[in-house]
């Protein structure tokens, strides 16, 4: 049974920084692309980040890029999201998503294209 735990949300102020951690479990991690979305209130669900099968490439929404870095640790099953400069437009919840095939970043860029999901961790920035 595949599972994917994510964790280090929390509340942050403006301009400070937090690294969210998705640890999986039940496959191969590293046959999959995996990859960030997140989820404000009344908002669909968005692209973030996602890193290759092999690590090798990532992909950045605009809206991220230069502030957010998105890393993989196969030795222990897990993917990360670095977050500095946070914004109160960051506020949302984060969603860790795993998409199987030996998939690139740029596979996994929209929210169909992932095979399985985590249960979400909340960020809150404050003003």
């Known amino acids: 049974q595949v599972q994917l735990v994510e964790s280090g949300g929390g509340l942050v102020q403006a301009g400070g920084s937090l690294r969210l951690s998705c640890a999986a479990s039940?496959?191969?991690?590293?046959?999959?692309?995996t990859g960030w979305f997140r989820q404000a209130p009344g908002k669909e669900r968005e692209f973030v980040a996602s890193?290759?099968?092999?690590?090798?490439?990532?992909y950045y929404s605009d809206s991220v890029k230069g502030r957010f870095t998105i890393s993989r640790n196969y030795a222990k099953n897990a993917v990360y999201l670095q977050m500095n400069s946070l914004k109160p437009e960051d506020t949302a919840d984060y969603y860790c998503?795993?998409?199987?095939?030996?998939?690139?970043?740029?596979?996994?860029?929209?929210?169909?294209?992932?095979?399985?999901w985590g249960q979400g961790t909340q960020v809150t920035v404050s003003s």
């Open positions: 998503a795993l998409k199987t095939g030996l998939a690139t970043a740029q596979d996994l860029t929209v929210p169909k294209a992932a095979d399985f």
């Open positions: 890193i290759s099968w092999s690590g090798s490439s990532t």
């Open positions: 039940g496959l191969t991690f590293n046959e999959y692309a």
